[in-house]
Every structure is written in C-alpha cells, then in structure tokens.
C-alpha cells in the first residue's frame, strides 16, 4: 500500500504545472556535430591572392617561375615537400605563381624576373629574394634571424 500512495505522489507532483521542469536526454534534440575545417595546403597557387591578405597572420614564401616546367622550381616545390612541418611550425604559407601572363596581384607587387623565391614577413615586408632554390632548413635559418621570429620565440608562442 505504500508503494501505490508514494506512486501516486509522484505522478500527481510530475503532472502538476508547478513541478519543475526535468529534460530527459532523449529530449534534447541532438548537438549539430561540428565539422573541424581541414587546414589549407602548405603550396597554394597565388591566383588573385594579395600580400596583405596573410599580413599579422603568415609569412608567405612566393615560388615565381615562368612556366610550371621550370627545372628550378619543380627542384624548389621537392625541397619544400620534404619538411612542411618546420615551415607550418613558423606559419609559412607557400605560394606559387608559374604564369607571368596572368599578371597575379602579387607578380605585381613583387615583380621577379624568371625564377625568383621571395619570403615576405608577417609584418608585409620583403625580407629575402633569391634567384636559385634554397632548402627548408636554409630558409628557416632565415627565418629565425627576423626580429618579428625572434620575439614570437621569446613570447613563448
């Protein structure tokens, strides 16, 4: 008897509009599952891509040549294959331009001459150009010697 008077207390006290409100599990419509964005590939053709899009947030590392065929850049695009991670490590985005026809918004700003490998700093400025492909361990060298590296090395990024 007194399971059925303590039975019918809580089907009156769970039926009654002052009991408080109780959200079962299954009567929450499930969470959308967020999809994490695949990061952007380290070599991306520079298209219509301008310098000041990467400005505060990337060093970006041009690869101009005249034609995709290039001996030099074909050598410079293996070279950056072999260790992404030390370029992604100091958030270098890699940007290639083979077609000096197209006149690309940065072919513009830089304006090479053939083969050409131009680093450009976080802050916009032209910090390295060189006319020959250059290893990854060379270019991080380079790299490390800027203030801006430098201070993000000692901020303890």
Request: aromatic share 6%.
């Amino acid at each position: 008897m007194k399971h059925l008077y303590v039975t019918a207390l809580i089907a009156l006290f769970l039926t009654s509009p002052l009991a408080p409100t109780v959200a079962f599990a299954q009567d929450t419509p499930p969470e959308p599952e967020t999809v994490a964005e695949a990061p952007a590939p380290l070599i991306q053709e520079a298209g219509d891509t301008e310098l000041s899009d990467f400005k505060w947030a990337a060093r970006v590392l041009v690869v101009f040549a005249d034609s995709p065929l290039d001996p030099s850049f074909s050598d410079q695009i293996a070279l950056l294959e072999n260790r992404p991670d030390a370029l992604l490590e100091r958030d270098v985005v890699v940007l290639t331009d083979t077609d000096p026809d197209a006149r690309s918004p940065i072919r513009t700003a830089l304006r090479p001459r053939g083969f050409a490998l131009v680093i450009v700093d976080k802050d916009g400025r032209v910090m390295l150009r060189k006319p020959a492909p250059w290893n990854v361990r060379e270019i991080t060298r380079a790299i490390d010697k800027t203030p801006l590296r430098q201070q993000e090395l000692e901020s303890g990024r």
